[in-house]
């Protein structure tokens, strides 16, 4: 995950030079670059699972676009009642 760097009263001027990605790392929103994964079972219950992950990790994304997909959708989705 992205880290900013500021002292309090900079302005914003040091963040935005150590960070040139600010507001587009470590954020899910139109315009960012993501790192996910969306992992068959739960790893805070059993971490290893982690172990194989050509078996349990279902889809990656990195820097916002997808590496792999193993998810079969059952229909396609509907975004009409998204906020």
């Known amino acids: 995950m ?6 309090p009263g900079c302005g914003g001027g040091t963040r935005h ?3 040139p990605y600010l507001g587009k790392i470590g954020v899910i929103e139109e315009g960012a670059y993501p790192d996910l994964i969306l992992v ?4 805070l219950e059993d971490i290893s699972i982690l172990r194989k992950p050509e078996k349990n ?26 906020p």
């Open 2 to 7: 992205a880290r900013t760097l500021s002292s």
């Open 17 to 19: 030079r150590l960070n």
């Open 40 to 43: 068959n079972g739960d790893p």
């Open 57 to 82: 990790l279902a889809q990656i994304m990195q820097d916002g676009k997808i590496t792999k997909n193993t998810v079969k959708l059952r229909r396609e989705p509907s975004y009409e009642n998204l």
